[in-house]
């Protein structure tokens, strides 16, 4: 569980070993950037709520930075989470931004966060 409110990880990500898909955080790797925001800290479930914004689009970014601070995403087996709670990851985009690609107008796309997701955060 995350308790500290707030914070920048600032890690270069890597492909791990040989593998295609692992990644990890290695100074020989890419700038990856990554803030949090905690929401909510579920004490007696040693989980916390935690919104993400990327400056950089890594892959697994989110995955391999969570699991740098020592708190993976539940469900998540690859990068040291559990599947006690979930059978997938609980990783949400509840909002993604970016500039259209021809008219440079912003798009915005909003997701409601799924049944088995609440359930985790309101039992």
């Known amino acids: 569980m995350i308790t500290e409110k707030h914070g ?4 270069k990500i890597a492909r791990k070993g040989d593998s295609i898909i692992e990644r990890m955080v290695d100074d020989t790797g890419q700038d ?4 949090y925001f905690v929401r909510a ?4 479930l040693n989980m916390s709520d935690v919104s993400l ?3 950089t ?14 708190h ?11 599947t006690e709670r979930i059978d997938r990851q609980a990783l949400h985009s509840e909002t993604l931004v970016f500039p259209h690609p021809m008219t440079d107008e912003q798009m915005t796309f909003s997701a409601p966060l799924p049944d088995d997701m609440k359930s985790l955060l309101f039992k």
């Open 41 to 44: 800290v579920i004490a007696e």
């Open 8 to 11: 920048t990880i600032a890690a």
């Open 57 to 70: 689009g890594r892959t697994h970014q989110i995955r391999v930075h969570m699991q740098f601070l020592g």
């Open 32 to 35: 990856a950037v990554t803030h």
């Open 53 to 55: 914004s990327l400056e």
């Open 72 to 82: 993976p995403l539940i469900g998540d087996t690859l990068y040291g989470g559990t």
